[in-house]
């Protein structure tokens, strides 16, 4: 297991959101500007000064260095949860995860993006006797959707959910919007920043009390988030206000790299000092 972006992925994220030279960063780190542009390009860390980089950057200079040490959030054994199942699909060097949730008792199922690759999915939906009755979409990057058309093919009558301005005007969320499948209830919550259209779905009402579940997409990741450029202030305070404001033990199903939660990002995501 890996996280989706090394140390040098977040510094360089985060050095070119806020338009600062490689010169400024490398003197924060005290490094050599070949040194920090190195350090930037390979991901393999030096003895830099993480607080003083992490400062200049908005970053929290504690955490940068738990993830220049390697840092993972716990393993979480999806086994447990017989109602979910996670696909990952590379295509042109892209890994992206999307997320299959059904209700136990009247196998009614939920796709929440869907990669590149439509062939797992559609064996998990047959193998499970499962009915795809909604499509969730976290936001409209096209490795969220590549694999759409064939899903559709097989599931005409699927309900597309979408916060896009470009998706069918019964298909767009709304504030406050519920879907039950079976006992289970999806609600959303707007995550803009790194897409114009980023959606956060939980779900919640799991049997026995299990906790939230939020696919957030390309919000948060473990131990980063997805890249916002000029957005990058927006993107973090709705993960604040949105995702950080769940349960601490809230399951999070990113958009790319592992199962992650609340509790572990709060604790250890650099982006959020």
Not at 141 to 157: E, N, S, T, V, Y
Not at 175 to 185: K, V, Y
Not at 244 to 263: K, V, Y
């Amino acid at each position: 297991m890996t996280l989706e972006d090394s140390i040098g992925d977040i510094l360089s994220k985060a050095r070119t959101s806020l338009q600062v030279s490689v010169d400024e960063a490398a003197t924060a780190a005290g490094l050599s500007p070949a040194a920090y542009a190195e350090l930037e390009k390979t991901g393999r860390p030096l003895p830099t000064d993480w607080n003083r980089l992490g400062a200049k950057l908005t970053l929290d200079g504690a955490k940068l260095s738990k993830i220049a040490q390697g840092w993972l959030p716990p393993a979480i054994d999806l086994s447990n949860w017989r109602e979910i199942r996670a696909f990952s699909s590379t295509e042109d060097g892209i890994t992206v995860n999307c997320y299959l949730i059904w209700d136990e008792v009247t196998r009614e199922a939920a796709l929440f993006d869907t990669g590149f690759d439509a062939a797992p999915i559609l064996a998990c939906i047959a193998e499970n006797d499962l009915q795809l009755k909604h499509f969730f979409l976290t936001h409209s990057h096209p490795d969220h959707l590549a694999a759409l058309p064939a899903i559709r093919a097989q599931f005409p009558k699927l309900r597309l959910h979408s916060n896009s301005k470009n998706a069918p005007v019964d298909a767009r969320n709304r504030a406050n919007d519920f879907i039950m499948l079976g006992s289970l209830r999806i609600t959303n919550r707007e995550t803009p920043g790194h897409s114009d259209d980023g959606v956060t779905y939980v779900v919640g009402n799991w049997p026995e009390d299990a906790t939230h579940v939020a696919i957030v997409g390309d919000a948060i990741f473990a131990g980063s988030m997805g890249g916002a450029r000029d957005q990058l202030e927006l993107a973090r305070k709705k993960v604040r206000e949105q995702i950080f404001s769940l349960p601490s033990e809230t399951l999070l199903c990113c958009g790319h790299g592992p199962l992650t939660t609340i509790a572990a990002e709060k604790a250890n995501n650099p982006w959020f000092p």
